[in-house]
């Protein structure tokens, strides 16, 4: 494709990933909840078999008009019930797909048993399939085309506390952006941090990418740090390649965007970085 392929990005061993999500924002289908299911239990159902019921998700749209707000959330044109989010899990609940009318999202999430991260090539693949499966299934029940207005990949992160820090004031040694506030203020008791990247292609601006830190604690109450990566912006171009186009670029951006948050001594040390 038109990106950089997996094996030229940056690697690491041991990635703190803990979460991945590829999602997709839909021009509202005249789907029920009955046309979801039915979908979820056709297509779906074997390898996800554990259905469930969730409060529907309001996606955001990255805009670059100064006079309205950067993130709006959609509006849908129908009428009616508002949608209702549809969850499929795997037996081992480390996969999971998310359906309503106008969001689709395929997510890997680590467990005590199934921790190792699946890259992101067999995600994409996860991915694509459920997304030919529904584009089909939208066209075989005269609800016409899906089509996608938004792109967004996300990776969740989770540093934890031992070799390198101790107190989530201690971020600056793990997180770049931290930074050292000099010689008068002590330690900070933590540190929140987020910021925005807008994201070009071919000279003008289709997305942005948001890298946010947050103190957080594990069960057992030791520190963690979340380190949340989401890139989320328009197709590149139409139809099925329009999309992977974009999460290509997003993947360079969210990859190449956590080597430059992450210091030298907690890529090395931590997750072994092998290019």
Request: charge should be negative; hydrophobic fraction near 40%; glycine fraction near 6%.
């Amino acid at each position: 494709m038109i990106h950089s392929p997996e094996f030229a990005l940056p690697g690491y061993e041991m990635p703190p990933v803990v979460e991945t999500a590829f999602a997709v924002t839909l021009r509202p289908l005249p789907l029920t909840v009955v046309d979801l299911a039915r979908f979820g239990d056709s297509t779906l159902g074997h390898d996800f078999p554990i259905p469930s019921e969730q409060p529907p998700v309001n996606p955001l749209v990255e805009t670059f008009n100064p006079a309205i707000p950067n993130l709006v959330p959609t509006l849908s044109l129908l009428s009616g019930v508002p949608p209702i989010r549809l969850w499929f899990q795997n037996e081992d609940r480390t996969r999971l797909v998310q359906l309503q009318r106008d969001w689709l999202s395929c997510n890997w999430q680590s467990t005590p048993d199934h921790a190792a991260y699946p890259r992101y090539s067999a995600m994409e693949a996860l991915f694509f399939q459920v997304w030919d499966s529904f584009s089909e299934f939208a066209k075989q029940s005269g609800h016409g085309e899906a089509a996608v207005t938004q792109c967004e990949l996300m990776y969740a992160n989770h540093i934890n506390a031992g070799e390198l820090w101790l107190r989530h004031g201690q971020m600056e040694k793990v997180i770049r952006l931290a930074g050292n506030s000099g010689t008068f203020l002590p330690e900070p008791e933590d540190t929140q941090l987020l910021y925005r990247y807008r994201i070009p292609y071919e000279g003008k601006d289709i997305g942005r990418l948001y890298v946010q830190a947050l103190p957080s604690l594990k069960k057992d109450g030791s520190p963690v740090i979340q380190l949340n990566l989401v890139a989320r912006g328009t197709p590149i171009d139409s139809g099925r390649q329009g999309i992977q186009g974009f999460f290509e670029l997003a993947h360079e951006w969210i990859v190449k965007g956590f080597e430059a948050v992450t210091t030298n001594e907690a890529q090395n040390a931590l997750w072994g970085k092998v290019r």
